[in-house]
């Protein structure tokens, strides 16, 4: 083989054998000369390859290139192939070694820091200008009211649970609801409700002794023209009974029909004057200006409720406050609740928007939220009995199926800032305040090595 | 991402529209740069110029690092069953949208008897839930080594790669992790995990066999350092671990360590631990309470962290109670916001309807539609339900864009034969499409009736109304 430059040479020692390495030679500067049919040990193959990455990396720079060639000779055992020592290198030792030795630095070496670099982590922080509006639920006696505790929802300045940033003064209410006649009821949620389903007033006294309901909402669903069409002022009586029957704040809600609703609660807030209950609800497409006006004349709070739509929800917060001059301190919105798997994910984002504007200081969106969380109910994946679906995984039993649905619903909801959870199922219940006080640093509790799962057998 | 336009990728692209990358022109290749859909590599021409030239190689490489996510991704596993971990850009799912859903990874140990192991894995493996047209599945295996011993995880370890699927290995010692990865380093598994103690052998460990490295520090500034520390001896691929606590203050703890690690990463652009999170809802596992608990624990631990920046998690319960829920919420959240879900056009019959069952119309707006469709199949309702295609909008929106129009109901309406499957000639339309009903009645012949404006009382609203009379 004739000369050839170093570049020619490191191309040679990928494309031919090893083999042709031994008794390489150098001539002038870069010149290498390389006699047909030398050998060398094959297992240099790999290390000699790293070599001639690195010398490729420093090709500008000839003497270091030589001294890597240097090293390649004392590695394969051979004496310096170079005609010329290269200047400026440390001096190489040219003994020659045994083929032991080849073997043992045949694989390369990782070299590792002896200590950690230390870092510090410095949290990236953020603040926001506004203020979530606080909302008082309930009127105890020295306001007028009969209730023996008030709820009060709101007063975020930061991000739900984000404690490193702001303190957070009022942790998310749970609400239990009650119905003014038999609803329908998942299996799972009826059995724990079966011995009351004809009182309401005995429904929210368990709701509230036994399954630890901050509020109650009673839901006077039997006002609606195509059930019993109950006439207003006889459906407010079961509301006078609930009053009586429990000390918690009161949420009173319509059948949804918006020729009705208007005025059952508007008898509603009649009756209730002083308690400081909450009108659920007012709409866009129904008569809001007169429920907002029945909370406003009796002392109540109006729950302003829009189908998932930040812009819907700012206009009618607006109409509340502009048109119907109703107190910030007396609106609560609702901007709809779809269950886990049915558009969570844009009630979710919906809600998470509308949070974040008002911490960024809109205004008109800056009230407490609340979230009818019952909806979950309406999911197949929390009532059916098997799956519909031929080739899904069983999914077990339901009873265990939907309450969780209910509390991934709730807990999905309450990290984009829902203040107030209309509930049901009381192991869910249970669980989500379980969650939110935890999160919120109201419980304490520990396992002795969080990492004790890497070895725990079973 | 550092950069918003298009118009800000276009400037580094060769701007000759040769239509190499598959896109007519460099400014369409440009805007799926934004949307991520492709990267500054997909350009061949660019490639092949920085080869040659440096200064076309430093204009590459400013753009892939102006394109590159805030956080790294990592990819665990190998082939068609290799999951990207991380490569998130933004902190709120409306601003852009998520992209690598939470991987999640089932335990299994190698102290398990053969039959118990396979069954587990044979769960992990087979486990699907239909939701909205596609089956939701489970991604993967840690193997945990209780053994202590490197033989014994060896081979166990070698047993589960036969599955296919990703591996995390879970083992804090160094023999016993290298002897799994001795046997199954090819499949790229991610290896957990280096701490304070360990992290010198696990780094070595990274380096030599080239897999990703899960560090695990409860404090964040020596997570941060054996961060810089791997970073800066090579090591590319790194989760990182702040210790999952399953309850009180410790839980307290995790969230804040969690979300301050996420935006620290993205608002904060400290690149040192802008890094794929892990999270261990099995550490709820350590509780005090039944299996019922626990496993109801372990889906609330996973919930809040799937909402709230986990990269991927290491879970115990196959119970369908903590899996259909978990499924479903990560394809929830990670679903992008910016395009509706959508569901295929067509006729759909509900509860094996007949000749006199009436017709409802809805749109194939999946939230729509599955609404629609849940509240018939919930209620018994004998019907057939006509799906429009109105390019995934909601019913109010739709027929106030154009999409929900007479003219595309009578399409609908011939191409799915309705005509021959009822008696009847009587639409039933959402109450929010009511002002279409004269411009349908036209264009069909059809008797349109304005049904209500919530599916929901599509029950009371036929008694009423069905039987027409």
């Not at chain 2, 990592?74 to 939470?102: L, Q, S, W």
């Not at chain 2, 990182?240 to 620290?264: A, F, Q, S």
């Not at chain 2, 400290?270 to 550490?283: G, H, N, R, S």
């Not at chain 2, 372990?298 to 990269?311: H, I, M, N, R």
Request: aromatic share 8%; with cysteine; glycine share 8%.
């Amino acid at each position: 083989m004739g000369k050839m430059t170093i570049d020619q040479f490191f191309e040679l020692l990928k494309k031919y054998d090893i083999e042709v390495l031994e008794g390489v030679t150098i001539e002038g500067d870069l010149e290498i000369e390389v006699e047909e049919g030398a050998a060398a040990d094959q297992s240099t193959l790999a290390y000699l390859y790293t070599v001639v990455q690195e010398v490729q990396n420093f090709l500008y720079f000839a003497n270091m290139a030589m001294g890597h060639l240097a090293n390649v000779s004392n590695l394969l055992g051979m004496p310096m192939p170079f005609g010329v020592q290269a200047p400026q290198v440390p001096q190489v030792p040219q003994v020659p070694q045994p083929p032991a030795a080849v073997e043992e630095v045949a694989v390369p070496e990782i070299k590792l820091p002896e200590e950690l670099i230390k870092a510090k982590f410095e949290p990236f922080k953020v603040e926001y200008p506004g203020k979530i509006q606080e909302v008082v639920l309930g009127a105890t006696k020295k306001d007028g009211g009969t209730r023996g505790d008030v709820v009060v929802l709101g007063g975020e300045k930061s991000l739900p649970f984000y404690l490193f940033d702001t303190p957070q003064p009022n942790l998310p209410a749970v609400a239990i609801d009650v119905f003014d006649r038999k609803p329908a009821l998942a299996k799972a949620v009826r059995e724990h409700y079966e011995d009351v389903l004809e009182d309401p007033a005995d429904w929210a006294k368990k709701a509230v002794k036994k399954f630890g309901a901050d509020l109650i909402t009673l839901h006077l669903i039997s006002t609606d023209p195509l059930l019993e069409d109950t006439p207003a002022n006889e459906a407010v009586k079961v509301l006078e009974d609930v009053l009586q029957a429990v000390k918690v704040p009161i949420i009173i809600g319509g059948s949804g029909n918006k020729e009705k609703d208007p005025e059952v609660l508007e008898r509603a807030a009649e009756v209730a004057e002083g308690e400081r209950i909450m009108l659920a609800s007012a709409t866009l497409d129904m008569d809001w200006e007169r429920i907002a006006k029945a909370a406003k004349d009796h002392g109540h709070v109006v729950l302003s409720w829009t189908q998932m739509d930040i812009n819907n929800q700012k206009t009618l917060n607006r109409y509340l406050l502009k048109r119907a001059q109703v107190r910030p301190e007396d609106i609560v919105m609702d901007p709809t609740t779809a269950a886990l798997g049915y558009g969570l994910d844009y009630a979710f984002t919906n809600m998470e928007r509308i949070r974040i504007s008002g911490l960024r200081g809109d205004s008109d969106l800056a009230f407490p939220m609340s979230s009818g969380t019952t909806n979950a109910w309406g999911a197949r994946e929390a009532w059916m009995k098997d799956s519909p679906i031929e080739n899904d995984s069983d999914w077990g039993p339901r009873e265990l199926r939907g309450p969780i649905w209910e509390i991934v619903t709730g807990l999905t909801l309450s990290l984009a800032g829902v203040d107030l959870f209309m509930m049901m199922h009381p192991g869910a219940v249970a669980v989500l305040k379980e969650i939110m006080g935890t999160l919120g640093g109201k419980i304490s509790g520990s396992v002795a090595d969080p990492g004790d799962w890497i070895f725990m057998e079973g | 991402m550092k950069v918003k336009s298009p118009l800000e990728v276009y400037k580094f692209l060769p701007q000759t529209n040769c239509g190499e990358c598959g896109f007519d022109t460099c400014m369409s290749f440009a805007a799926h740069i934004i949307d991520r859909s492709v990267k500054p590599e997909n350009c061949p021409p660019l490639i092949k110029d920085a080869e040659k030239d440096p200064k076309i190689k430093k204009k590459l490489d400013q753009l892939i690092e102006l394109t590159s996510p805030e956080v790294a991704e990592v990819v665990v596993g190998k082939g068609d069953m290799a999951i990207k971990i991380g490569g998130e850009d933004v902190i709120h799912r409306h601003e852009m949208t998520y992209f690598n859903p939470t991987a999640f990874f089932y335990d299994v140990w190698d102290t398990m008897s053969d039959k118990e192991l396979e069954e587990r894995c044979s769960k992990v493996i087979e486990f699907k839930k239909f939701y909205v047209g596609k089956f939701l599945t489970l991604d993967g295996f840690a193997v945990r080594c209780t053994s202590n011993d490197p033989e014994t995880y060896r081979s166990v370890v070698k047993k589960v790669a036969g599955y296919g699927k990703p591996m995390i290995l879970v083992s804090l010692n160094p023999d016993c992790m290298r002897a799994a990865l001795e046997e199954v380093s090819e499949e790229k598994p991610l290896i957990y995990a280096a701490t304070e103690s360990n992290w010198r052998d696990f780094l070595k460990l990274a380096l030599e066999f080239k897999v990703p490295v899960t560090l695990r520090a409860k404090d964040l500034d020596l997570l941060k350092s054996l961060a810089v520390t791997f970073k800066n001896a090579g090591v590319e691929e790194i989760v990182l671990d702040p210790v999952t606590e399953p309850l009180g203050e410790g839980l307290k703890g995790t969230y804040e360590r969690v979300i301050n690690l996420r935006r620290t990463a993205i608002q904060g652009e400290d690149k040192d631990i802008a890094f794929p999170i892990m999270v261990t809802p099995i550490a709820a596992w350590l509780m005090e309470g039944d299996e019922v608990e626990k496993g109801y624990w372990e889906t609330v631990l996973g919930s809040l962290f799937v909402v709230k920046y986990a990269d991927v998690m290491i879970f115990r319960s196959l119970e369908p109670y903590s899996l259909l829920p978990l499924v479903t919420l990560r394809f929830n959240i990670y679903t992008d916001p910016r395009t509706p879900v959508q569901v295929e056009p067509g006729l759909r019959p509900i509860a094996d309807p007949d000749e006199d069952s009436p017709v409802f119309i809805t749109t194939n707006f999946a939230l729509t539609y599955y609404t629609v469709e849940s509240d018939l199949t919930s209620a018994n309702i004998k019907s057939w339900l006509l799906v429009l295609n109105t390019e995934g909008l909601g019913v109010e929106v739709s027929v106030a864009g154009g999409q929900f129009t007479a003219g595309k109901v009578k399409e609908l309406m011939e191409e799915t034969k309705i005509e021959g499957k009822v008696k009847h000639k009587i639409l039933v339309i959402p109450g929010l499409a009511a002002r279409l009903q004269g411009a349908i009645e036209d264009e069909t012949g059809w008797t349109v009736k304005v049904g209500p404006m919530d599916s929901g009382r599509i029950k009371g609203w036929l008694e009423t109304n069905w039987p027409p009379k």
